[in-house]
C-alpha cells in the first residue's frame, strides 16, 4: 500500500529556516513526480514546488522562488523542502504527495515570533 510521511514541522520565528522530509513507501519512488503542497488556516490547499522524476527539474509558486527548494533521494525514498527566510505567511500544513495521486497527512509549520 502506498505510504507517504512528511516530519520536520514545527514552530520557527520569521526569517528562520526549516527543513521538511516525506518518506514514501509502497511504490516505485523513483518513477514519480513529487510535490509538495500547504493549506492555510481557512484556505484553500495550494501547490508549493514540484520536482520531477526523470531530469530533476523543478518547478515553484511565485510565493515561495527563491526561499524554498525542493530536492529529493531516491536512494532513500524521500523528498525533502528546504525553507529559508520564511515569513509569517507561510504557516500551513505542508503535504507531499506523489502525482497527486497519494497523498501524506502533513506536517505543520508555524511561522512566529
Known amino acids: 500500500q502506498e505510504k507517504l510521511a512528511e516530519s520536520g514541522g514545527g514552530l520557527v520565528q520569521p526569517g528562520g529556516s526549516l527543513t521538511l522530509s516525506c518518506a514514501g513507501s509502497?511504490?516505485?519512488?523513483?518513477?514519480?513526480?513529487m510535490s509538495w503542497y500547504r493549506q492555510a488556516p481557512g484556505q484553500q490547499r495550494e501547490f508549493v514546488a514540484r520536482?520531477?522524476?526523470?531530469?530533476?527539474?523543478?518547478t515553484y509558486a511565485d510565493a515561495v522562488k527563491g526561499r524554498f527548494t525542493i530536492s529529493r533521494d531516491n536512494a532513500k525514498n524521500t523528498v525533502y523542502l528546504r525553507m529559508s527566510s520564511l515569513k509569517p505567511e507561510d504557516t500551513a500544513v505542508y503535504y507531499c504527495?506523489?502525482?497527486?495521486?497519494?497523498w501524506g497527512k502533513g506536517t505543520l509549520v508555524t511561522v512566529s515570533s
Open positions: 504527495t506523489a502525482a497527486e495521486l497519494h
Open positions: 509502497g511504490f516505485t519512488f523513483s518513477n514519480w513526480h
Open positions: 520536482i520531477y522524476s526523470s531530469d530533476l527539474g523543478t
